[in-house]
């Protein structure tokens, strides 16, 4: 996963970054709010950093929270945003593998390589690893549910309820319009 995302990189973020590009429509919408959190942030503004998560009712605040790490590590520049959704890609690959080691463990080798391999060559979820939009950062949020589904049925302990409705949750603000 982190070598196709090695990969991915170079043709997306690398290109945006030499060319100066923009960012258009949802994209920019996306990019806009993350990159307008993390100022808020560090600028100390946290009233104006809270009233900008509360006004996120059509663009939900998680894809922006997800952003946040990536603008307080490699700078407020357009490319930490994008940087962002392709380390999703690489959670999804994981979380994925981690659900199939979960329910099957052992022999889940040829399933999570069937997936991995899948996820890898395919041109659609290449094109959108480094897109900073709902798609991939949802599609992470998704597993995560599954994930706390398959643990839940596999302990029924509180805390795996628990962690299955926050999960809930999670996917809930991530995009729910």
Avoid at 64 to 76: A, D, E, I, N, V
Avoid at 77 to 83: A, E, K, P, Q, R
Wanted: glycine residues 6%.
């Amino acid at each position: 996963m982190t070598y196709a995302a090695a990969v991915v990189a170079p043709h997306t973020i690398a290109i945006v970054r030499a060319r100066h590009l923009l960012p258009r429509w949802d994209l920019a919408a996306h990019l806009g709010h993350g990159w307008l959190d993390y100022h808020y942030l560090v600028t100390g503004q946290l009233h104006r950093f809270l009233w900008e998560l509360w006004l996120q009712g059509y663009w939900p605040p998680i894809p922006s929270l997800f952003q946040l790490p990536f603008y307080l590590l490699m700078g407020g520049d357009m490319t930490s945003g994008l940087s962002s959704s392709l380390a999703a890609f690489v959670l999804v690959g994981v979380t994925g593998t981690a659900i199939l080691w979960r329910q099957w463990g052992a022999v889940s080798l040829l399933p999570a390589s069937v997936f991995l391999a899948l996820l890898v060559s395919s041109p659609f979820l290449l094109a959108y690893a480094s897109v900073t939009m709902t798609e991939t950062i949802g599609a992470l949020a998704q597993l995560l549910v599954v994930y706390a589904y398959v643990r839940y049925c596999l302990e029924h302990t509180p805390s795996s309820a628990r962690l299955f409705a926050i999960s809930l949750s999670v996917l809930f603000f991530t995009k729910y319009n």
